[in-house]
């Protein structure tokens, strides 16, 4: 698959941002291990994912790239795998809908990668999924990073689930945002 973007970090570190392959597999593996270890604001809360489980995914979501169901990217800095963002339409009377989702490595943090990343899988949704009309995303609503991009990017709230969440042993709300698309 192609590359989207070349170019360097904030500090100055080597950034690739492209779509997947399944040469990615370890590096996939690797890296939802590291973030489920962490326990940040994903939906795997210290779960290990196995190898076999990680290689169904790719493999499922490679072909949804093909077949137009879906935007999938991949960061990589320095040549390690450090963030994944995709957008990947619903099904039959909700198919024009696209739900979002990013998530990025520790050292990618802070340098304006995530931004970028969910410039670029937008973009790249415009393109390919035809028919999209609405993004919509969950995030936690202590999130305020995120919850402060996604603003920033045009999303708009259009509701809460209170205590649809349960992290580090307490319940959190789950903010609901979406971005019309022209």
């Given at each position: 698959m192609k590359v989207i973007h070349r170019g360097k970090t904030k500090t100055g570190k080597d950034l690739i941002i492209r779509y997947p392959q399944?040469?990615?597999?370890?590096?996939?593996?690797?890296?939802?291990?590291q973030l489920s270890a962490e326990k940040t604001f994903i939906t795997f809360q210290g779960e290990k994912i196995s190898?076999?489980?990680e290689a169904d995914w790719l493999d499922k979501n490679i072909k949804n790239i093909r077949q137009k169901k879906c935007v999938f990217l991949?960061?990589?800095?320095?040549?390690?795998l450090s963030g994944i963002s995709d957008i990947t339409l619903k099904e039959r009377?909700?198919?024009?809908?696209?739900?979002?989702?990013i998530t990025l490595s520790p050292e990618a943090r802070g340098q304006g990668v995530g931004k970028?990343?969910?410039?670029?899988?937008?973009?790249?949704?415009?393109?390919?999924?035809?028919g999209l009309k609405i993004i919509i995303l969950g995030c936690f609503?202590?999130?305020e990073v995120a919850l402060n991009l996604y603003k920033s990017l045009g999303f708009t709230e259009y509701?809460?689930?209170p205590k649809a969440l349960f992290r580090k042993n307490t319940y959190v709300d789950e903010v609901l945002m979406h971005q019309t698309i022209e």
């Open positions: 399944p040469k990615d597999l370890l590096s996939v593996w690797r890296y939802f291990n190898k076999k489980t991949f960061v990589f800095i320095d040549g390690k009377v909700s198919k024009h809908i696209g739900s979002f989702g970028l990343l969910m410039k670029l899988v937008i973009s790249e949704s415009k393109k390919r999924l035809p609503a202590n999130n509701g809460r689930l």
